[in-house]
Antibody, heavy 123, light 113 residues
Framework: EVQLVESGGGVVRPGGSLRLSCAAS????????MSWVRQVPGKGLEWVSG????????AYADSVKGRFTISRDNAKNSLYLQMNNLRAEDTAFYHC????????????????WGRGTLVTVSS | DIVMTQSPDSLAVSLGERATINCKSS????????????LAWYQQKPGQPPKLLIY???TRESGVPDRFSGSGSGTDFTLTISSLQAEDVAVYYC?????????FGQGTKLEIK
């Protein structure tokens, strides 16, 4: 089955760190760019970060730049998001999403989503 | 940064009737070199992740019913559901992938009248 499954969410204090993981299955992981998209419960969607197929190109939303780091391990079919210096406004569900990729060109729309993992930043 | 604005915020339509959702971008999403509009539409039902419906403004994703269609170019886009079904109750989002940060509209909640 083609799927993405996130893990690693939880409750953390402001200033703390978390590392999210996304396990991909059912498709050739290193054929695709990948992204993290977050959603405050009951609110809209915010793209957080993206990475191309081999990790050679990354991008971040201004709201997380310098605090979050996206990475991938193609041998393990896994995507990661290292989140440091967390703030209350980072509280959200974090979804892993697959980007449409043709050859080595990533088109940053999302054709497969995971169900998300909840990150709560609270003292 | 490109700002995406949807209208209306919520919409109630009778079963079998047409539903229309609009999306406006703060700058053109048309890329002249490939003549494509970098605009996608998603459907999100309660408790589920978003589902891709439309990309390149008007290309329907595989498996999406043909009652869903996308149109528009440049800065103005529309998602149309030609004959509303009960299972179409959801929140709909547009998203631009023309330039980073890849932004979404605020969402339109579609309900049955």
């Amino acid at each position: 089955e083609v799927q993405l499954v996130e893990s690693g969410g939880g409750v953390v204090r402001p200033g703390g760190s978390l590392r999210l993981s996304c396990a991909a299955s059912g498709f050739t992981f290193d054929d695709y760019g990948m992204s993290w998209v977050r959603q405050v419960p009951g609110k809209g969607l915010e793209w957080v970060s993206g990475i191309n197929w081999n990790g050679g190109s990354t991008a971040y939303a201004d709201s997380v730049k310098g605090r979050f780091t996206i990475s991938r391990d193609n041998a393990k079919n896994s995507l990661y998001l290292q989140m440091n210096n967390l703030r209350a406004e980072d509280t959200a569900f974090y979804h892993c999403a697959r980007d449409e990729t043709v050859g080595t060109t990533v088109y940053w729309y999302f054709d497969l989503w995971g169900r998300g993992t909840l990150v709560t930043v609270s003292s | 940064d490109i700002v995406m604005t949807q209208s209306p915020d919520s919409l109630a339509v009778s079963l079998g009737e047409r539903a229309t959702i609009n999306c406006k971008s703060s700058q053109s999403l048309f890329y002249s070199s490939n003549k494509k509009n970098y605009l996608a539409w998603y459907q999100q039902k309660p408790g589920q992740p978003p589902k891709l419906l439309i990309y390149w403004a008007s290309t329907r994703e595989s498996g999406v019913p043909d009652r869903f269609s996308g149109s528009g170019s440049g800065t103005d886009f529309t998602l149309t559901i030609s004959s509303l079904q009960a299972e179409d109750v959801a929140v709909y989002y547009c998203q631009q992938y023309y330039s980073t940060p890849y932004s979404f509209g605020q969402g339109t909640k579609l309900e049955i009248k």
